[in-house]
């Protein structure tokens, strides 16, 4: 098709005289336009508002209502808004118990963008804690918490012995009011046939339900008095570290010592054990990493054969899968999170947005098999799908940074120790 051309003479004459209006002076020049007739296979002009756009939005949790510019809509998350006009936005999530979230977005015309919010928790509504104001608890710190299969929690505790919540009711054994030995606990564990192992800097106690048996170098022989780790393996063997004697095997009557001297152990600095269903034993160590024996051979898993981030070990814990979890950190020795599966390793360094994690005091497993850890420094962590998840002071309604322990109860509560308990019962 021929373009059509349409020129525009002049309109003024340039001798003549211009036209006077007032105290003004007006010259008027038109230039020459070129008018083109537009192609049959060219898109037209698209103005604004002509094409529109759309935007979904999703949230964790699901159901939230979505406001774009103050105004409600309709849908809850998650929600495909569709036909929206291109422009600005003011976007806004709420959902009762957590905190609103405000977004800006800008949609560009023909377009569809998505958004994907994870809504951050109003701690008044997901935490509560007990602490010497508000309950009978001492003012100490709580070194393990342990829940056995009746959902009893256990604290061990530094100068307060040991300290049990049942059914709301507080109740504590330290040698003012008990026969327990021992005011301060290093570890506990809950065994399968109802007993309490417990151990601390004068011995092993024994707790069942009514009583306290202690036992030490004087009574039964053993290398160091020092306790400072305990776990249930196979046919119900107890096996405990000692803070210098190496490791000990109990089986109801006698005693055996493993140390470096007479077996495969790589230290006698025992620092965390775990036992797995087969009767292989994982022994955690200061300065020495994990020493796993399985009855009749030793192997070592550390930094310099193996890759592990620290060598100082700080909790073991075994999955039902057969995974290894590994807790490590020492004020020398940053450590972190590791992952042992067949001869797979894999480190996680735990952080949060602008600084990791030195010391993991603590692991436990929820009732979906997801990680939990608690440090030294930087609260609690949840792990899932490779990232961690942070619950510190500023961001949550933990009572301190300092997290010591960590346990998870029949109801999916997360339980943290540290100058008090704090309890979250979100994330099931």
Not at 114 to 123: A, G, S
């Amino acid at each position: 098709m021929r373009p059509l051309t349409v020129s525009f003479g002049k309109l003024f004459h340039p001798r003549r005289r211009p036209l006077n209006c007032g105290r003004g002076v007006i010259f008027i020049l038109l230039f020459a336009v070129t008018l083109s007739t537009v192609s049959c296979n060219e898109e037209p002009a698209v103005l604004p508002g002509i094409v529109r756009s759309s935007l979904s939005v999703s949230t964790y949790p699901e159901g939230a209502k979505i406001y774009l510019n103050n105004m409600e809509k309709i849908q809850l998350t998650p929600a495909d808004l569709d036909d929206i006009e291109p422009g600005f936005y003011r976007l806004e999530i709420k959902l009762n118990n957590y905190l609103d979230t405000v977004h800006y977005v800008l949609l560009k015309r023909g377009l569809q963008d998505k958004l994907y919010f994870e809504m951050r928790e109003d701690p008044k509504y997901w935490w509560y804690s007990f602490k010497s104001s508000n309950s009978s608890l001492p003012n100490t710190s709580l070194n393990k918490i342990r829940i056995d299969n009746f959902d009893r929690k256990y604290f061990a505790t530094d100068y307060h012995g040991l300290a049990i919540l049942s059914d709301s009711v507080w109740t504590f054994y330290n040698p003012a009011n008990s026969a327990i030995p021992a005011d301060v606990i290093t570890d506990i564990y809950p065994a399968s046939d109802g007993t309490v192992w417990l151990t601390s800097p004068v011995g092993i106690i024994k707790f069942s339900g009514n009583g306290f048996t202690l036992f030490n170098s004087l009574n039964s022989n053993l290398p160091d008095d020092y306790i400072t780790s305990v776990a249930e393996g196979k046919d119900k063997v107890m096996w405990f570290g000692c803070r210098e004697g190496g490791l000990l095997r109990y089986d109801g009557i006698n005693f055996i010592n493993y140390n470096t001297d007479n077996s495969g152990l790589h230290s006698n600095r025992i620092s965390a054990l775990a036992c797995d269903t087969s009767g292989t034993v994982y022994i955690g160590t200061a300065g020495k990493g994990v020493t796993v024996f399985t009855g009749s051979n030793w192997r070592s898993i550390n930094s310099l054969t193996s890759g592990l981030i620290s060598d100082y070990i700080t909790r073991l814990l075994i999955k039902s899968d057969g995974t290894l979890w590994i807790g490590s950190g020492y004020v020398s020795s940053p450590g972190g999170l590791t992952r042992v599966r067949g001869s797979q390793l894999v480190n996680y360094i735990v952080r949060s947005a602008d600084q990791s994690a030195r010391i993991i005091t603590d692991i436990a497993f929820d009732l979906k098999g997801d990680v939990w850890i608690s440090t030294a420094d930087q609260g609690l962590f949840y792990f899932i799908n490779n990232r961690f998840i942070q619950y510190n002071r500023t961001n949550s309604g933990i009572i301190s940074n300092d997290a010591l322990s960590v346990a998870v109860d029949k109801g999916g509560n997360k339980w943290v120790t540290s100058q008090g308990v704090s309890v979250y019962s979100g994330r099931k």
